[in-house]
């Protein structure tokens, strides 16, 4: 029987000597949210760069659904499911946000009348209606990420990894942002991986958090064994 689930095995990932990331591994389940937490620089971008295809592990392999794509590039990956969000959006400024998404849908494969019904349809799922006619250059700062998401979720993905979707939001639309992508994660049986900073969007949406310190796993579990984690305690609070 196919395992379906996103892992990684014993990743590693050296720069130069850098070791950003050593020996982590992680696991993500359909319809499951996964918050990958850490303080600056303890290897959560580099984590999601090695799932997503933008880098080859130093070490270690990443299995999708039983496959292993770990030479896989990203294009690949994303055809067989797998799909991230970037910090930096770049989108078609001239066309519409509904316009976008449909191109990306089409860029994917869909025949034109699929891509424009997934692109109003995932719009209306994430609650961003009011964006479909605005020219993508003119979507307001704190919302343009969204475009980025609903962008990837047009594709469909079983799994979509996320690195930092609700920056340049404040904690509130912060929270019903990442809220409406985990309800809809849940019920489609979509597998998220969120890298998110804000502790208090973590804990409200994340089945299960991943904590990395210095390029290491410290402890994953559920967000309330986590909130009371020693070492967790020590390396939010402890520093400094
Ligand atoms: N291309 C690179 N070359 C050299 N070192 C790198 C490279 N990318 C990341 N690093 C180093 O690897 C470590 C982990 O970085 P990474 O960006 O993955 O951390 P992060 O947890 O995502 O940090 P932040 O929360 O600040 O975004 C850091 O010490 C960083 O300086």
Same mark, same amino acid.
């Given at each position: ?9 014993? %990743?590693?990932?050296?720069? /130069?000597?850098?070791?950003? *990331? ?14 990958? &937490? %850490? ?13 997503? +295809? *933008? ?6 392999? @990443?299995? !999708? /659904? ?7 590039? !990203?294009? =690949? ?5 797998? #799909?991230?969000?970037?910090?930096? #959006? ?36 994430? +609650? ?15 919302? #343009?990420?969204?475009?980025? &998401?609903?962008?990837? @979720? ?8 996320? /690195? ?15 809220? @409406? &992508? ?6 489609? %049986?979509?597998?998220?991986?969120? *890298? ?6 973590v804990m409200g949406t994340c089945?299960?958090?991943? #904590?990395?310190? =210095? %390029? ?5 579990? /559920?967000?309330?064994? @986590? ?5 967790? &305690? ?5 520093? +400094?």
């Open positions: 029987m196919t395992e379906r689930a996103l892992v990684l095995e014993h %990743g590693g990932m050296h720069f /130069d000597g850098v070791r950003a *990331v050593e020996d982590v591994s992680l696991r993500l389940e359909p319809g499951e949210v996964l918050g990958l &937490i %850490g303080p600056n620089g303890s290897g959560k971008t580099t984590t999601l760069n090695m799932l997503s +295809g *933008v880098l080859r592990p130093s070490e270690g392999r @990443i299995l !999708l /659904d039983g496959v292993d794509v770990t030479r896989k590039p !990203l294009r =690949s990956r994303a055809r067989d499911g797998l #799909v991230r969000t970037f910090q930096s #959006v770049k989108v078609f400024g001239r066309l519409t946000v509904e316009e976008n998404i449909e191109a990306a849908a089409l860029g994917a494969g869909m025949r034109r009348a699929e891509a424009r019904r997934v692109a109003v349809e995932t719009l209306s799922e994430l +609650g961003l209606e009011a964006l479909a006619e605005v020219r993508a250059d003119a979507v307001p700062a704190g919302q #343009v990420r969204s475009v980025g &998401i609903a962008r990837a @979720i047009a594709l469909r993905p079983k799994y979509l990894l996320l /690195d930092e979707p609700a920056a340049g939001q404040n904690e509130a639309e912060a929270l019903e942002l990442i809220r @409406i &992508i985990a309800s809809f994660a849940r019920e489609r %049986g979509l597998g998220v991986l969120l *890298v998110e900073h804000d502790m208090t969007v089945d299960r958090l991943h #904590v990395l310190d =210095s %390029g290491q796993t410290v402890v994953s579990g /559920d967000p309330e064994t @986590i909130r009371t984690d020693p070492q967790v &305690i020590e390396i939010y609070f402890g520093k +400094g």
